[in-house]
Antibody
Framework: EVELVESGGGLVEPGRSLRLSCAASGFTFFDHAMHWVRHTPGKGLEWVAGISWNSGSIDYAASVKGRFTISRDNGKNSLYLQMNSLTTEDTALYYCARDKAAAGPGSLDHWGQGTLVTVSS | QSVLTQPPSVSEAPGQRVTISCTGSSSNIGARYDVNWYQHLPGAAPKLLIY???KRPSGVPGRFSGSKSGTSASLAITGLQPEDEADYYC???????????FGTGTKLIVL
């Protein structure tokens, strides 16, 4: 059974950093591109970043480019999101999601339960 | 900001049919990139409902169907059930922005 478990969320002050992790199991991790997607009640779902199976292709939403870094470790079946210079606009529930395709971007067929990031002073 | 526009809400009675539109442009849906649809229930992870415009993942009832024409796509739900009440999002890729896009989202209310 495919399982994605996010961790690393929490309360952080504006301007600080946070690193999210996503532990994957139940499938061949390096066969799939992976993404981070965030949700807020006001904006709905917002794609944040995506990474292909071999990290050869990486894309970011304009709202996070230059501040966030997505990475993966296929040996550890893990996905990461390094978030720097956080602002209150980054407050959201962050989901890790699996792409059906290896190269992406395609459909996101499995999602984790999310980890909450709150940016506040 | 999203360039896939959906109606904020739709409502219909149980047993009826409802459609949710997703309007894009020539750089996303009109460029023949696949459209995918997700159901997001409160407190749950989003669930893939339709992929590659019209295909249903295993386990998704046949009441859900997708279509696409030109720069727009639609999700149709027949035989509405109370448990269908949720937020629905379309998703595609935009080659002008170089990003994956979600629609603005539609809240389905089952009266």
């Amino acid at each position: 059974e495919v399982e994605l478990v996010e961790s690393g969320g929490g309360l952080v002050e504006p301007g600080r950093s946070l690193r999210l992790s996503c532990a994957a199991s139940g499938f061949t991790f390096f066969d799939h591109a992976m993404h981070w997607v965030r949700h807020t009640p006001g904006k709905g779902l917002e794609w944040v970043a995506g990474i292909s199976w071999n990290s050869g292709s990486i894309d970011y939403a304009a709202s996070v480019k230059g501040r966030f870094t997505i990475s993966r470790d296929n040996g550890k079946n893990s996905l990461y999101l390094q978030m720097n210079s956080l602002t209150t606009e980054d407050t959201a529930l962050y989901y890790c999601a699996r792409d059906k395709a290896a190269a992406g971007p395609g459909s996101l067929d499995h999602w984790g339960q999310g980890t909450l990031v709150t940016v506040s002073s | 900001q999203s360039v896939l526009t959906q109606p904020p809400s739709v409502s219909e009675a149980p047993g009826q049919r409802v459609t949710i539109s997703c309007t894009g442009s020539s750089s996303n849906i009109g460029a023949r990139y696949d459209v995918n649809w997700y159901q997001h229930l409160p407190g749950a992870a989003p669930k893939l409902l339709i992929y590659d415009d019209t295909k249903r993942p295993s386990g998704v009832p046949g009441r859900f169907s997708g279509s696409k024409s030109g720069t727009s796509a639609s999700l149709a739900i027949t035989g509405l059930q109370p448990e269908d009440e949720a937020d629905y999002y379309c998703q595609s890729y935009d080659n002008a922005l170089g990003v994956l896009l979600f629609g603005t989202g539609t809240k389905l209310i089952v009266l």
